[in-house]
């Protein structure tokens, strides 16, 4: 009876979709715990067609394809007039088309994993539609006006950074842009307060000077034109003109300088002290309700996860071992098997076969913790020599490189390299005494690998010591090199001369891999810099829009000329309104919008304000005054809101990655590495190997405690990478981490996603709270 069930077709189809529906559960609590690791807030389908096609949608072949389209977009205006390297319109259209098409067949690829009422409610989604549709109706306007030699403006050109700011592998620029736009309003207070304090001295200005009929060193009219007043004024507080600008009034009676001394102090020092901190205070509030709303999402696609995952064992729900192995190896497909067994172990505290809810939340952020392992060898030598290796002179010799003794002489000769590098080279002393340091570094190196195993020194991890190598190395072609050219006189390329000098300085760096304090500040640094590349993508996009603004207005008024050139107005910069001013006195030439290229520096130049009025004056020669409103406003966009938002937010990244503190869950997972016996400090890891991370596959097995044991024996041991974050977000969770509580599941995700910034104040302050 039971033989005749088995081999019964209808039970062997109902048994082939039960586990064919079992998969598909699996892949969609794998694509719920992907989306969570990766935060990744996509409402999907849950069909299982919709599925694959996520996960198609999220393959990293298309997210690069669609990034290389968005580069292809944003450089063509490199190849537009006015052009950097001019191209035909026809060209460039045909590319610019190619890449709305892709544009285009990634957002239809979007619109067939989301439900459509999700689709069409998205701003993102309709800001890229509107995008390509202005673009296409620009193109055939441009190129219809280009046909009967009537000249256009391409104004959709502003728009191409759209496309990198909303497609949904940007949403950390987003998150910045919500930010800034979040804390507009309590800033537009602060800053009307300051334009009123810029006038009311503006007005005091015109009625103490205006009429006295003084002249400024040009010998115009000084502080006569009430518009004019108040820019200085505003340049004023950015120090650009100080104390040109008080001058003539100075010379005239030396008591109003206390005119002057009060507006910088009220408005330069207070104001912009005040604009600082608004900004940081509000943009940190802001930035904390974003993360509590992604960690309010993260949570709900666990749980989503979890439901599907879900068995009951007695009264609670669990998820049991061999799911949640099978979920873990299906979200990272490369995770080694004692990775895997170690993360299991962390998860399945009880030992009991299974894990409840919290820890099953937990998942997400495991697989985002680096671990290293790091496998201990023999030095060779001490297997090919092992009595000279272990004799009593070669101990003595590696004792001494290990002490701090070893590292504080080579800091001082460091130093004193310093003086002989400032010296004259061309001296045979100094020649000589190059040769004697370079000796020293190698010697240094020589003794390092002589001590330490050569592997381990020169793992792949081992950072500092790479570092150290290579300027060296750097400064050994120099020095070569530096002697060859000297030895064949008749050489004289000044660019390989110039190449040589700078290696021969690179060696003082070394001082940063000697200083203990120096190199942790350099790393955390680096740990931060995925953080700050989001400025970076903001600042850029704000750039280029500018960037295309000014082309479009100040494009051929200001050109440059060789200094050998006769022309008659090479001097005023092509320009005869330039004719004399102090635009063309100081050879501004170069500061130009004639190309893309010229258009950034401008940008750079003017982010840095020093001497911002000057250009901005000379623009405003060569087409209106009107035009300085558009530097007024660059400054007010980029200098006073993103600069002061960069700097909080690096503030607080700064915070968190120099702190020595691990999070709670690196600690969980460093305290059950100890308890397997398999643990090992960074610090005690320059005599092994550091190999691939624990996340990379070894083909293996891993079984209970004994194969932990039997691994290190065997010389294998596990350790916390340094405090490096996979993603963006992960450092911001950690930024505010103390402060959302472990078990809090948060509002519905209906709720979650119709969250306004508002929503998540405390409604009723007090002055504890305000506090």
Partial sequence: ?????????????????????????????????????????VPFETSP?????????????????????????????????????????????????????????????FAKVTPQMVFWKDTKNICILVTIALTLLDLIIYGSLEAVQIRGIRWSR??????????PESRQIRRALRSIRNTLPDILYVF????????????MALKLFGD???????GSPYLTNILEIAFELYVLVTTANSPDIMMPAYDFNRWYSLYFIAYIIINTYIFMSVFLAVVYNNYRKHLKNEIRK??????????????????????EFVVREAEWKRLARMVVPDISSSHLELLWRISDEGQKGHVDRMNFLRLADLLNIQVVTVSIRRHPLEAWAPRVYQSSASLFIQRMVRHRAFVWVYDAIILINAVFIALDERSLFISRAEWFFLSLYVAEILLKLYTYEPRAYLGRKQFWNWFDILIIIAALVATVANATIQSARKYSSQQILDIVLILRILRLLRVIVSIQRFRVIVTTL????????????????????????GMEVFQGKVRFFDPNFTAPDALACGNPALRGSAFARARYCKNNFNDLA????????????????????GFALVTHQAAKLYFIFFHVVVVILIINIFIAFILEAFFVAYSLEKSKLETVIEKKIQELGVGIQEEEEQDKKPTDDVGTKDGGSSGGDGDHRRAAAKGLYCRIASNRYRTVDALLQRMFESEIAPDEEGPSLDEILSFSPSDMYVKNPNFENSA
């Fill in 212 to 218: 006295r009929g003084l002249k400024t060193a040009e």
């Fill in 49 to 109: 067609r919709a599925i694959r096609l996520y996960y198609f949608y999220n393959h990293w072949a298309l997210r690069v394809a669609t990034y290389v389209f968005i580069c292809v977009d944003l450089s063509l205006a490199l190849f537009e007039e006015p052009a950097l390297f001019p191209l035909p319109f026809l060209a460039t259209s045909i590319v610019e088309v190619l890449c709305l098409t892709a544009f285009f067949g990634r957002l239809v690829h």
């Fill in 526 to 549: 680096i740990n931060i810099g995925p953080t700050v590349l989001t400025f970076a993508g903001l600042i850029f996009v704000v750039y280029y829009a500018f960037a295309i603004v």
């Fill in 158 to 167: 502003a728009f191409r950074p759209v496309f990198l700011i909303n497609f």
């Fill in 598 to 617: 010229s258009a950034f520096l401008v940008l750079t130049e003017l982010t840095v304000v020093n001497q911002w009025h000057v250009m901005a004056g």
């Fill in 294 to 315: 992604l960690v309010y999402l993260k949570r709900h696609k666990m749980m989503e996860a979890f439901k599907i995952l879900k068995v009951k064992v007695d009264t």
């Fill in 192 to 203: 009307l307060l300051f334009m009123f304090s810029v006038l009311i001295f503006s007005l």
């Fill in 1 to 41: 009876m039971m033989l005749h069930r088995l081999e019964d077709p209808t039970f062997k189809d109902f048994r082939a979709a039960l586990g064919t529906r079992w998969e598909q559960d699996l892949l969609l609590a794998a694509a719920y715990v992907s989306d969570a690791q990766y935060n990744r807030n």
